[in-house]
C-alpha cells in the first residue's frame, strides 16, 4: 500500500454511500472532496459532525480529516480531481424504474474537468446505464475519460466494515487502463477485485439484491406454512441453513424486508424486466409475498381485538432494521397507516429514528421508552428488533397494557416465557 500512489478524487453524494466510501478512499490514502446540493449536511460535515448515524464512520472520518474535505462548491470539488465517484441517489421514479436524473445532472456538471481519468458510478442503476453515461461524457467532450460501473455491496450498520472487508469488489470497465486504475485504487482493501463488462456489473448489484429478498420472502411463505402445520420455523430454518450450498444468511423470518435498498431494486429490476418484454415471475411473487407480510401482521391484531376501531397499538422500533437511523420503506410505516386507516391510535418508539420522518403520522405519538410507549396500550408490535427490547421489564410491561396483545415481528423474544408472564403472545411461524 506504501507505494501506491495517493489520487485525488471527487464524490458525488454525502449520503449514506458517499460517506462511507468518500472516508474509507481517505483511509485508503487518497485525498478527497465530498461533495453535495444539500446546504445543511455539508454545513454539519464541515463543522465536524455526521449527519447520518453509521457505526464507525464518524471516527473514520475524524482520522482522516487532512485528507478529506466537503463542499458544495462544484469547481472546488473538480479542482484536480482524477476520478470522479457518483454515489448519489436513485430513487424510484412513478414508473417503478430507477429516477437517473442525480445520476445525469452530475455527468452534466463534469463538463470541462480537465484532469480526470475516470468516472465510476456506484449508485444502483439500471443495466445499460454505463453505456448511457458513456456517450453522455463523449458529448461533454470527455471522451478521453475511462468509465467504471463498481456497485456498492455495503448494508447499513456495517457499511464502513464492509467496504474495508468485502466479500468481493465488482469492477465492470471496457478498457484496460480503466480496470487497472480502480482495481489500483482496491490496494488495501480485504477482499477480491472481479473484473467484467459493465452491463454485467450492472446486473450483479440488481441479482445480488434481488436474491437476498428472494431468501427472506421464500422464508417468510414457509413460516406461514409452519404457523398452519405447527411447525416451528426457528428449527427449520436453522436446519434447512446447516446445508453449506443454502447457508442460514437472510433466512430469518419477520415482518417483511424494508429500507432504502431492497424494495427500490428489487421494482426497478422488475420493470427493467418488463422493458425488455419480459416478465420476471418469482421476483414478482417476492415482492407480493413481502407486502403481504406486513398486512399479515395487522389482521392478526384485528384477529385477537374484534376490532381495531379506537384500539391503542404500540409500534416498537421504527428504523428498517436495528443499528440504523434510516426510515424509507420502513415496515413500520406501512404498519402505522394500515392501523391508522383502520381507526387504530398509534404510539412508538424508537431510539434513533429522526423526528422529521416520524411527524407525518399526525396521530401518532412518540415515546421516549418502549415501556411507556405501551403504556394503555391494547396491543403491541415488535417491528425492529433494537436490542434494548430485549432488555425490557416485559412482567411490568404486561401489567401496563389495557390487552396484553404482542406481536413479535421479528422473533425477537421467547414465546413460553412471553406467555408464561400473560401475554398473548404471536410470533413469526412459531407455535
Ligand atoms: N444506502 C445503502 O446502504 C446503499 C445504497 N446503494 C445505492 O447508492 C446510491 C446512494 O444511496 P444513499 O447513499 O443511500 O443515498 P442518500 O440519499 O443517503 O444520499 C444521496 C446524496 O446525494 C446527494 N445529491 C443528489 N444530487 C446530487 C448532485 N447533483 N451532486 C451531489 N450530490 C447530490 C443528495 O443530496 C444526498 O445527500 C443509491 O443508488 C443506492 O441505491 C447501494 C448499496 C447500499
Ligand atoms: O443495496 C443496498 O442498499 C444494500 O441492501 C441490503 O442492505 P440493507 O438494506 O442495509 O439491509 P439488510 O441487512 O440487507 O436488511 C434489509 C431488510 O431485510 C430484512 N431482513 C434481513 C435479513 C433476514 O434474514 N430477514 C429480514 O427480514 C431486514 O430487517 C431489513 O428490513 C444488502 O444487504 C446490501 O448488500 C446492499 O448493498
Not at 453509521?54 to 472546488?76: S, V
Request: contains cysteine.
Amino acid at each position: 500500500m506504501d507505494d501506491k500512489p495517493e489520487r485525488r478524487i471527487v464524490v458525488f453524494g454525502a449520503g449514506y454511500i458517499g460517506l462511507v466510501t468518500g472516508a474509507c478512499l481517505a483511509q485508503l490514502g487518497n485525498q478527497v472532496v465530498v461533495r453535495d446540493i444539500d446546504p445543511e449536511k455539508i454545513r454539519l460535515l464541515q463543522s465536524g459532525e455526521v449527519p447520518i448515524y453509521e457505526p464507525g464512520l464518524g471516527e473514520l472520518i475524524a482520522r482522516n480529516k487532512e485528507r478529506l474535505t466537503f463542499t458544495l462548491d462544484l469547481q472546488q470539488a473538480l479542482n484536480g480531481a482524477e476520478i470522479a465517484y457518483v454515489c448519489v441517489d436513485t430513487p424510484p421514479s412513478a414508473s417503478g424504474d430507477a429516477d437517473l436524473s442525480r445520476v445525469w445532472s452530475v455527468v452534466q456538471s463534469l463538463e470541462g474537468a480537465s484532469y480526470l481519468r475516470a468516472v465510476v458510478v456506484k449508485s444502483t442503476v439500471p443495466v445499460g446505464t454505463g453505456a448511457r453515461v458513456r456517450a453522455a461524457l463523449d458529448t461533454v467532450g470527455l471522451q478521453h475519460v475511462g468509465y467504471a460501473s463498481n456497485p456498492e455491496f455495503t448494508a447499513e450498520g456495517t457499511a464502513v466494515r464492509d467496504f474495508l472487508h468485502p466479500d468481493r469488489v465488482v469492477v465492470g470497465v471496457s478498457d484496460e487502463a480503466t480496470a487497472r486504475l480502480i482495481s489500483e485504487l482496491h490496494e488495501g482493501v480485504d477482499g477480491p477485485v472481479v473484473v467484467m463488462d459493465v452491463r454485467s456489473a450492472e446486473m450483479v448489484k440488481l441479482a445480488s439484491n434481488a436474491l437476498l429478498a428472494t431468501k427472506i420472502s421464500f422464508i417468510n411463505e414457509i413460516a406461514t406454512l409452519c404457523e398452519k402445520t405447527g411447525a416451528d420455523i426457528e428449527h427449520v430454518a436453522d436446519a434447512v441453513g446447516l446445508d453449506h450450498r443454502l447457508g442460514r444468511h437472510f433466512l430469518r423470518p419477520g415482518i417483511g424486508w424494508g429500507g432504502s435498498c431492497f424494495p427500490k431494486d428489487s421494482e426497478a429490476l422488475r420493470q427493467l424486466a418488463n422493458n425488455t418484454g419480459y416478465h420476471l415471475q418469482l421476483l414478482s411473487a417476492v415482492i407480493e409475498v413481502n407486502n403481504l407480510q406486513k398486512r399479515r401482521a395487522v389482521q392478526k391484531l384485528k384477529d385477537e381485538l374484534g376490532t381495531l376501531m379506537g384500539a391503542r397499538v404500540a409500534l416498537l422500533g421504527l428504523t428498517f432494521k436495528p443499528g440504523t437511523d434510516d426510515m424509507r420503506e420502513a415496515p413500520s410505516t406501512v404498519l402505522a397507516a394500515r392501523l391508522l386507516a383502520e381507526g387504530a391510535e398509534v404510539s412508538c418508539w424508537d431510539p434513533m429514528a429522526r423526528p422529521a420522518e416520524v411527524e407525518p403520522w399526525t396521530s401518532t405519538s412518540r415515546h421516549v421508552s418502549p415501556e411507556l410507549a405501551v403504556e394503555g396500550a391494547d396491543a403491541a408490535i415488535v417491528v425492529t428488533e433494537w436490542p434494548q427490547l430485549k432488555e425490557v421489564d416485559w412482567a411490568r410491561v404486561v401489567t401496563a397494557m389495557r390487552r396484553p396483545v404482542l406481536y413479535d415481528g421479528r422473533n425477537l423474544l421467547d414465546p413460553a416465557a412471553m406467555r408464561g408472564l400473560g401475554f398473548t403472545y404471536i410470533s413469526v411461524g412459531r407455535p
